[in-house]
């Protein structure tokens, strides 16, 4: 692996189904962010960690859970998937809060 | 609130020069980022200006006005892969990343 990995590449999902995004880093980055981006808008955050065991909440985690057990992996959750969840998700990370981020690749999700 | 403020897309030729401007109001500055995505990709970090002035790194350019709320990108000598979207970001005083719309940049021959 090197750098930022991200699970699945892309999903369809039915509405009301649980999902898990996957994400994993190599950098021993302490850092680590999950965005949506949709069309016409700018990357919003869902949530983010700043070093292993502790995550908050950004500015759309309604609907989203993430947990940090370790220093490279960070799933983001989608309890009860609604179609207004259909985006493109990205996972970041950055040695701290105020250092540049690295993107993984994205997953393309979509909710039907 | 927070704002972020991009052109939502530009035109340019190539070989020519342009300049993507980027005007804020974020709680606290920290630090201004430029990302580029081309289409279907992931983010990728061009710049990173925390002091007024420009920063200049190959074809590629970025100026801070902290006073204005204001920055932008000069891209020199464009290139057909120069065509992609622009991203401006902000670290505001929580120290998270306020991010704009993202310009997109279309270079015709």
């Known amino acids: 692996i090197a750098g930022i990995t991200q699970a699945p590449t892309s999903q369809i999902l039915a509405a009301g189904r649980r999902m898990t995004l996957r994400c994993t880093q190599d950098?021993?980055?302490?850092?680590m962010y999950w965005y949506r981006q949709d069309l016409g808008l700018g990357l919003r955050l869902i949530h983010y960690s700043n070093t292993a065991g502790t995550t908050g909440k950004g500015e759309v985690p309604d609907g989203y859970s993430v947990s940090r057990a370790n220093t490279d992996d960070f799933p983001l959750t989608l309890a009860s998937a609604v179609p207004s969840q259909t985006s493109v998700y990205f996972c970041?990370?950055?040695?701290?809060?105020?250092?540049?981020?690295?993107f993984g690749p994205g997953t393309r999700l979509t909710v039907l | 609130g927070q704002n972020i403020d991009q052109p939502t897309e530009m035109t340019a030729t190539e070989g020519a020069i342009v300049q993507i401007n980027c005007t804020y109001q974020?709680?606290?500055?920290?630090?201004l980022f430029w990302y580029q995505q081309h289409a279907g990709e992931a983010p990728t970090f061009l710049s990173y200006?925390?002091l007024d002035g420009l920063e200049e790194k190959g074809r590629f350019s970025s100026f801070l006005s902290r006073s204005k709320g204001y920055s932008y990108l000069l891209l020199k000598e464009l290139q057909m892969k120069d065509s992609a979207s622009y991203l401006c970001?902000?670290?505001?005083?929580?120290?998270?990343?306020?991010w704009g719309a993202g310009t997109k940049l279309i270079i015709k021959p």
């Open positions: 950098m021993r980055h302490n850092a």
């Open positions: 200006n925390v």
């Open positions: 970001a902000v670290v505001d005083s929580n120290y998270q990343l306020i």
């Open positions: 974020t709680s606290g500055f920290n630090g």
């Open positions: 970041a990370s950055s040695e701290s809060g105020t250092d540049t981020q690295y």
